[in-house]
C-alpha cells in the first residue's frame, strides 16, 4: 500500500501571486518558507517509551520493540512524565527516549515532464541529540550527521527510494542531559534549577515532523535577507543542493504584497555551474522604487526564487522580506535612519503553539509595542513573518550555555551557525 502526499495549494503553479498572502494564510509548516511540493505531517501519536536505564542502543531497539507507552508528537517528555506520573514532571541529569510509528511508501510524480524528485524527512526541532532509523537502517541528515545535536532548529534527511518498503518504521532516539555547557537556554541545568517561570525543561518532539517531495537539484528551505537601504538593494542568501552536476540558472522575481499587483516588480537571474553538494550562493538584486519597512508602515515584498536545471525543469520556494536599516549611534537605535524609541516587551513562548504564538504576537502589538524580545529560548520560524506582517521588531538571542569555558563558547557558536543556516 502506498498514500499520495498533500497537495498544498499554494506556489505559482496552483495560485497567481495576487490571491491571497500565503506565507500568512496556509503555512502548516513550522519553516519562514514555502515550496509548492507535496507533503504529509506525521504528527499525531507515536509508541513511545522512557529508556531510563539507556539500554535501547545495546538491545538494537531501532532493530525490534515493543514499546510500553503511546505519545503525541509534538510534545514533550515532560508532559509524557507528567500525564504518566504527575509527581514526576522533570528529570534528573541525563534522559533518553525512543519514539516509533511506520508510514507508507509515499506516491510520487516522477512521470513526464516532472523533475526527478526525492523524499525527503524533516523534524521542525527535535532534541538535544537525535538518532534516526529507517526500517533499522540508519540514517544521516543532509550535512552528514549520524547524531544531530541541537535542539532549536530544522533538520533533514533524504530517503533512498531502495530502502523504502510498502510499509516503513521510522525510529527517533532522543537523548538531552543538563550538561551546563550545552546550549540550555531557559532550561534547567546543573547550575540553574527550576522554579516558577524560570528554567523548565522541554525535552524531545519540539516542533511538527513531516515528508515532502522535493527535487533532487534545489534551493533548500532557507533564505537569508540583507537589505541595503541607500542602493534600493538586497543580497540573498540561498543555499543550493544538487545531485546532478551542469549548468544551472537561478531565477529571483519580488512581488508587491498588494493583491491587486500580480505582476513582478524585479526580475533578475543568475546562470551558473554548480558541482554535486550543498553550497551557499549569495546574490545582489535591485528593487526600484522600494519602500521601507517600519512599525508604523510594514511594508513587505515576496521573493520567489527558482532554481532552472539544464533541462527547463523548475524548483522553487517562496517567502517574503521587508526593507530596513537598524544601526545604533551613540545612545539611540536608528530605524532607516530615524531614531527610534524602543517599546519593547520580554517574550519566552516556551511550548506554545504557533496558533498562540499567534494571539501573543496580535495582543503584544495591541499592547503598543514594537518590539519583541525572545529571550534564549527556540521559537517556531514563522514568527518572523508573522512579526513583519505586524509591524514589530524582533530581539532573537541564541540559547545559552550556563557555564563558559572552551566547550561551552564552541557549542553557543555552532547553535548561533544552525540559527544562522
Keep these: 500500500m502506498s498514500f499520495e502526499l498533500n497537495r498544498p495549494n499554494y506556489g505559482s503553479s496552483v495560485l497567481s501571486r495576487g490571491e491571497t498572502d500565503t506565507l500568512d494564510s496556509i503555512n502548516p509548516l513550522p519553516r519562514?518558507?514555502?515550496?509548492?511540493?507535496?507533503?504529509?505531517?506525521?504528527?499525531?501519536?507515536?509508541?513511545?517509551?522512557?529508556?531510563?536505564?539507556?539500554?535501547?542502543?545495546?538491545?538494537?531497539?531501532?532493530?525490534?520493540?515493543?514499546?510500553?507507552?503511546?505519545a503525541h508528537w509534538p510534545g514533550s517528555v515532560e508532559q509524557q512524565m507528567a500525564k504518566e506520573e504527575p509527581a514526576e514532571q522533570t528529570w534528573e541529569n541525563k534522559i533518553v527516549v525512543w519514539y516509533e510509528r511506520e508510514f507508507e511508501r509515499p506516491v510520487q510524480s516522477n512521470g513526464p515532464g516532472m523533475?526527478?524528485?526525492?523524499?525527503q524527512l524533516t523534524f521542525g526541532a527535535c532534541g538535544y541529540e537525535t538518532q534516526v532509523w529507517l526500517n533499522g537502517l540508519p540514517l544521516q541528515t543532509i550535512e552528514g550527521e549520524l547524531v544531530h545535536v541541537g535542539e532549536y532548529t530544522s533538520f533533514s534527511y533524504e530517503l533512498d527510494d531502495a530502502d523504502l518498503k510498502d510499509v516503513n518504521r521510522l525510529t527517533v532516539r532522543i537523548a538531552d542531559t543538563k550538561d551546563a555547557d550545552t546550549t540550555r537556554g531557559k532550561q534547567e541545568s546543573s547550575v540553574y534549577k527550576r522554579g516558577g517561570i524560570w528554567y523548565q525543561t522541554y525535552t524531545?518532539?519540539?516542533?511538527?515532523?513531516?515528508?515532502?517531495?522535493?527535487?533532487?537539484?534545489?534551493?533548500?528551505?532557507?533564505?537569508?535577507?540583507?537589505?541595503?537601504?541607500?542602493?534600493?538593494?538586497v543580497r540573498l542568501n540561498l543555499t543550493t543542493r544538487i545531485h546532478d552536476p551542469g549548468a544551472y540558472t537561478i531565477k529571483?522575481?519580488?512581488?508587491?504584497?498588494?493583491?491587486?499587483?500580480?505582476?513582478?516588480?524585479?526580475?533578475?537571474?543568475?546562470?551558473?555551474?554548480?558541482?554535486?553538494?550543498?553550497?551557499?550562493?549569495?546574490?545582489?538584486?535591485?528593487?526600484?522604487?522600494?519602500?521601507?519597512?517600519?512599525?508604523?508602515?510594514?511594508?513587505?515584498y515576496r521573493l520567489v526564487a527558482q532554481l532552472i536545471d539544464p533541462n527547463g525543469y523548475i524548483a522553487e520556494i517562496e517567502t517574503s522580506f521587508g526593507l530596513r536599516k537598524i544601526e545604533s549611534r551613540g545612545c539611540c537605535i536608528y530605524l532607516n535612519d530615524k531614531a527610534v524609541y524602543l517599546d519593547g516587551i520580554l517574550y519566552q513562548p516556551g511550548g506554545a503553539t504557533y496558533e498562540e504564538i499567534k494571539q501573543h504576537m496580535h495582543a503584544m502589538k495591541a499592547l503598543g509595542c514594537n518590539l519583541v524580545r525572545i529571550h534564549i529560548a527556540g521559537v517556531?520560524?514563522?514568527?518572523?513573518?508573522?512579526?513583519?506582517?505586524?509591524?514589530?521588531?524582533?530581539?532573537?538571542?541564541?540559547?545559552?550555555?550556563?557555564?563558559?569555558?572552551?566547550?561551552?563558547?564552541?557549542?553557543h557558536r555552532a547553535e548561533l551557525l544552525r540559527m544562522l543556516a
Design 32 to 70: 519562514a518558507v514555502i515550496r509548492p511540493n507535496s507533503f504529509t505531517l506525521l504528527d499525531g501519536e507515536w509508541k513511545f517509551e522512557l529508556d531510563r536505564d539507556d539500554r535501547g542502543l545495546q538491545e538494537n531497539w531501532q532493530t525490534s520493540h515493543d514499546y510500553e507507552d503511546t
Design 115 to 119: 523533475p526527478p524528485s526525492i523524499i
Design 204 to 233: 524531545g518532539a519540539v516542533r511538527s515532523i513531516w515528508l515532502e517531495s522535493v527535487e533532487r537539484n534545489r534551493l533548500r528551505s532557507r533564505v537569508g535577507v540583507v537589505s541595503m537601504v541607500e542602493e534600493k538593494m
Design 252 to 300: 529571483l522575481q519580488v512581488f508587491n504584497k498588494h493583491p491587486d499587483q500580480a505582476e513582478p516588480i524585479a526580475t533578475d537571474e543568475y546562470p551558473l555551474h554548480l558541482d554535486a553538494g550543498q553550497k551557499e550562493q549569495r546574490v545582489v538584486m535591485h528593487i526600484p522604487d522600494a519602500k521601507l519597512w517600519s512599525p508604523e508602515l510594514p511594508t513587505r
Design 380 to 411: 517556531d520560524p514563522r514568527i518572523y513573518n508573522l512579526a513583519d506582517k505586524l509591524g514589530l521588531l524582533l530581539w532573537v538571542e541564541v540559547p545559552s550555555p550556563h557555564s563558559s569555558n572552551a566547550k561551552s563558547r564552541a557549542n
